[in-house]
């Protein structure tokens, strides 16, 4: 892969923004839409409403820390720029789309690169029925709510509830509850990624519950569809010493 057009995406932090300039005071100020390559530079929360903001353009995208966690981003360097992004490795990930209608029948969608949670909203446990492919697998779960992670966000959320890590390419999504009441032994289950995951509120007024997906949250769900959207494809690129797979190996053997 050779780019030569390079546009520049930071965060709103000092450092990201200061950054920026220098980059493109060096390589030019390129229109997003006439770019070869998006540099992104910021935290994983940047690189995430980026590549939400660019699922059309399917243009490659290649990250810099510039922020507080940065899973998905390369080490910053301003030096070799070129350089590196010429010997860039690339991902492509395939982003989940949750359909969601509410208690008023209000139905609206979403997608997400990490992951979708369903989340209780007050005091009291969720009730869940959970579907695989139009088949009930879990009738009754009572918990605070649960979580359906692609590979690339089994190291985030999914992770902190106790979820497996999942392997790129694998071809699996995470289904990992949040803190299960009922069955109390239930610690989730791993389903194909091309798999419908169909998740039924029960007692959907009593016990509330809200669907995030990465920072869409919707509220007052009363079923929620998950899949993946093969319709969408996204690049990352990853410095080949450091790439995505190394990254979500690594996590599974700190100590």
């Known amino acids: 892969m050779s780019f030569d057009k390079i546009a520049f995406v930071g965060a709103d932090s000092v450092l990201a923004k200061r950054a920026c300039q220098r980059l493109r005071k060096q390589f030019g100020t390129i229109a997003i839409e006439k770019a070869d ?13 980026t590549l939400h903001k660019l699922f059309q353009h399917q243009i490659p995208i290649y990250g810099m820390n510039r922020g507080t966690v940065g899973f998905l981003m390369n080490e910053f360097r301003e030096d070799g720029l070129k350089k590196r992004l010429d010997s860039a490795q690339k991902v492509e990930l395939h982003p989940l789309r949750m359909d969601v209608t ?6 609206s969608s979403a997608h997400c690169i990490n992951e979708v949670a369903l989340l209780r909203q ?9 579907s695989i492919d ?3 697998r879990m009738p009754e779960l009572i918990c605070d709510g649960t979580v359906a992670a692609t590979p690339a966000g ?12 999942i392997p790129l390419g694998a071809e699996l999504l995470a289904l990992t509850p949040i803190s299960a ?14 798999a419908s995951i169909l998740i ?13 997906a990465d920072y869409t949250e919707i509220r007052d769900v009363r079923r929620v569809r998950i899949c993946q959207d093969n319709d969408i494809k996204l690049t990352l690129l990853f410095d080949p010493e ?10 599974q053997f700190v100590p």
């Open 37 to 49: 390559v998006i540099v992104v530079l910021g935290g994983d929360g940047t690189m995430l409403e």
């Open 102 to 107: 509410t208690v008023d029948g209000v139905r």
């Open 122 to 130: 007050t005091r009291q446990a969720a009730k869940l029925r959970i």
């Open 134 to 136: 139009g088949k009930v």
């Open 154 to 165: 089994s190291t985030a959320y999914n992770l902190s509830a106790h979820g497996p890590i």
């Open 181 to 194: 009441f009922r069955p109390r032994r239930w610690r989730g289950a791993l389903v194909p990624s091309n």
């Open 200 to 212: 039924e509120i029960l007692e959907a007024k009593k016990r509330p519950v809200s669907a995030v």
């Open 242 to 251: 450091h790439n995505l797979e190394e990254r979500i190996l690594n996590e």
